[in-house]
C-alpha cells in the first residue's frame, strides 16, 4: 500500500495538483488501489520529467541542451524542486511571455479607465471639441471685424473728429491685431 496523492505531494514537496497531473499526463504512475508507491513514483517523475531537450540545430550551428540530468531522489526530504529550464534569451527586439503579458494587463487598464471616464460623461469628442473652438474662433473674430462700424461714429462725436477717419483707423488696428492673433497656433494633443 502506497501514499495518498496529498502524502505524496507532501513527500515531493509540490501541490497535489502537481501530482494529480503528473498522473494525468503518465509520467507517474499510481498503484492499482490508487495510492502511489514514492519510490517508484520519484524515479518515474525524474525520468519523464528532466528529459533533455532535443535541440534543432540551424545550418552550421548546434544549441546546447538545458535540463541537467539527475539521479532520482532516495531520501525523502520537504523540499520544492525548481524545474532547471532555463529561459529563453531574448533576441535584439523580442519580448517574453511575462513581458508581453505585463504590457496587456496594463492596456487593459487604461481601457478600463477610458471606458469609466466614457461612461461617467467625463469625455469630450475631439473632432466636435475642435469643430466647437473653430466656431467660437470665428464668432469672436466676425464680432471684432464689425466693432470699427458700430462703434466708430459714436467715438468721432465725442472726440470732435471725422467718423470716416475714425471707421479707417479703428478697422485698421483692429485687422493688424487679428492679423497677430491668427499668427498663434494653438496646439491639439
Do not use: C
Not at 470665428?138 to 471707421?167: C, F, K, V, Y
Amino acid at each position: 500500500m502506497g501514499l495518498s496523492i496529498r502524502a505524496y505531494a507532501r513527500h515531493r514537496g509540490v501541490s497535489h495538483v502537481a501530482v494529480k497531473k503528473a498522473i494525468d499526463t503518465g509520467r507517474i504512475s499510481p498503484l492499482a488501489d490508487g495510492t502511489i508507491d514514492p519510490d517508484a513514483a520519484d524515479a518515474q517523475w525524474a525520468q519523464n520529467t528532466l528529459q533533455p531537450r532535443k535541440a534543432v540545430a540551424t545550418e552550421g550551428t548546434s544549441a546546447p541542451s538545458t535540463a541537467k540530468e539527475r539521479p532520482p531522489r532516495t531520501v525523502a526530504t520537504p523540499q520544492r524542486e525548481a524545474p532547471e529550464v532555463a529561459a529563453p534569451p531574448l533576441s535584439a527586439g523580442g519580448t517574453s511571455l511575462l513581458q508581453a503579458r505585463t504590457v496587456n494587463e496594463v492596456l487593459k487598464a487604461q481601457l478600463n479607465k477610458v471606458e469609466l471616464a466614457h461612461r461617467k460623461k467625463e469625455l469630450v469628442d475631439r473632432a466636435q471639441a475642435v469643430a466647437h473652438v473653430f466656431k467660437l474662433a470665428r464668432i469672436e473674430r466676425d464680432a471684432w471685424l464689425n466693432w470699427p462700424a458700430r462703434i466708430s461714429g459714436q467715438m468721432a462725436s465725442t472726440l470732435g473728429i471725422d467718423a470716416h477717419q475714425m471707421h479707417v483707423a479703428l478697422e485698421s488696428a483692429v485687422r493688424e491685431h487679428l492679423i497677430e492673433l491668427g499668427e498663434l497656433r494653438p496646439r491639439v494633443d
